[in-house]
């Protein structure tokens, strides 16, 4: 026999391979099903905005607090209709390099309270120069990305608030996001 043969099966050959402990197996199974358990439930009682809207109805009225007794949900509270919408005039914006021109089409409508429409209305020309400008710093690559008109929405309402006031511009609603 050579060396090498008679050293390597005698570390082998009494001793049984060593077995990896269970504990850290069983302590994450555990941990797993109670963080899914708790995340159910904290879903299904209401107190997360998603879910099961199973949260439990107001005490004292007698009702299930399900609306019209067959299990359904209650009806939504109905927005305010106490505003008046300023139309704000289209906008083209050219974008990018001469090599890859593009252009966004923009067109919006301001959200106000009715007693500040005419007020916002004699604003209209800052309210274009801030949206043209904030979109003109835009890349096409800004616009692609996905969720970006949500992003790039709350950065205009914000704009806009600064120019005409806060509690002017309750909100801004695009009418037309298209880039070309």
């Known amino acids: 026999m050579t060396d090498a043969t008679a050293d390597a099966p005698a570390e082998d050959e009494g001793t049984p391979p060593k077995k990896g402990s269970k504990l850290p197996l069983l302590i994450g199974l555990v941990l797993a099903l109670a963080g899914g358990g708790g995340g159910f439930l904290a879903a299904w009682s ?5 879910g099961g809207g199973h949260a439990p109805s107001e005490a004292g009225d007698g009702d299930s607090g399900h609306g019209d007794g067959h299990g359904s949900d209650p009806p939504l509270p109905m927005p305010d209709t106490n505003v008046a919408f300023v139309e704000l005039p289209p906008l083209t914006i050219s ?7 593009h252009h966004l089409r923009f067109r919006a409508s301001l959200e106000v309270p009715p007693q500040y429409a005419a007020e916002v209305e ?3 020309p800052r309210v274009i120069d801030v949206l043209n400008s904030y979109l003109r710093a835009l890349r096409p690559e800004d616009i692609e990305a996905p969720g970006a008109l949500i992003r790039l929405r709350s950065q205009m309402l914000r704009r806009l608030q600064m120019v005409a006031g806060e509690d002017r511009v309750r909100d801004l609603l695009v009418l037309e996001f298209v880039l070309n």
């Not at 974008?95 to 021109?101: F, H, K, Q, V």
């Open 95 to 101: 974008m990018g390099t001469m090599a890859n021109l």
């Open 46 to 50: 209401g107190l997360l905005p998603f």
């Open 122 to 124: 004699t604003l209209s």
